[in-house]
T-cell receptor, first 114, second 116 residues
């Protein structure tokens, strides 16, 4: 069975500060990992995904995530937060790289203050 | 990029009535669509996998007779919440992908259902 744990339901940073959103996974098969962002009243948008090609994955809007098998982690980072980054972020795991039938974490709300 | 729409975006209904939610892939054909449910401040939970022309596959704990799914064409899947009750109030989100599901999934904007 697969599962995802997101540590911290709410993260607050100042504009320009480092963003770090934590995600740990559990999987009995090689996992495919995803980060999605959800803006208020909108659907989910794919930020990036890990499909075993490279452990450091770069996504849209300056975000990146590093797959660490030894730590079973896939933390999301951004060097400098922008006000527009305020949203809900979900980490998810799937058995295939298409991301079908995703198992989601509970989400982390990112707040950015000026 | 691929666009998925949902209709309605928001619906309020009385307890005991049925509500139909549509999920459309606007610029691509989707042989497989997925339906998720999201309660406030919680994560998305997969409800069922919808396959065009065949019966949907439901996740454990999801009542197939209550949540009727029809995937009649390659661009449309519908979720009908039958005899809705207040506990069915939630955010329902669909996703669809290209190439029979073997590609990145694109999510619809969601439908907020409130049952009075």
């Amino acid at each position: 069975a697969q599962s995802v744990t997101q540590l911290g339901s709410h993260v607050s940073v100042s504009e320009g500060a480092l963003v770090l959103l934590r995600c740990n996974y559990s999987s009995s098969v090689p996992p495919y990992l995803f980060w999605y962002v959800q803006y208020p009243n909108q659907g989910l948008q794919l930020l990036l995904k890990y499909t075993s090609a490279a452990t450091l994955v770069k996504g849209i809007n300056g975000f990146e995530a590093e797959f660490k098998k030894s730590e079973t982690s896939f933390h999301l980072t951004k060097p400098s937060a922008h006000m527009s980054d305020a949203a809900e972020y979900f980490c998810a795991v799937s058995e295939n790289q298409a991301g079908t039938a995703l198992i989601f974490g509970k989400g982390t709300t990112l707040s950015v203050s000026s | 990029g691929a666009v998925v729409s949902q209709h309605p975006s928001w619906v309020i209904c009385k307890s005991g009535t049925s509500v139909k939610i549509e999920c459309r892939s606007l610029d691509f054909q989707a042989t497989t669509m997925f339906w998720y449910r999201q309660f406030p401040k919680q994560s998305l939970m997969l409800m069922a996998t919808s396959n065009e022309g065949s019966k949907a596959t439901y996740e454990q704990g999801v009542e197939k007779d209550k949540f009727l799914i029809n995937h009649a064409s390659l661009t449309l899947s519908t979720l009908t919440v039958t005899s809705a009750h207040p506990e069915d109030s939630s955010f329902y989100i669909c996703s669809a992908g290209l190439a029979g599901g073997q590609d990145t999934q694109y999510f619809g904007p969601g439908t907020r259902l409130t049952v009075l």
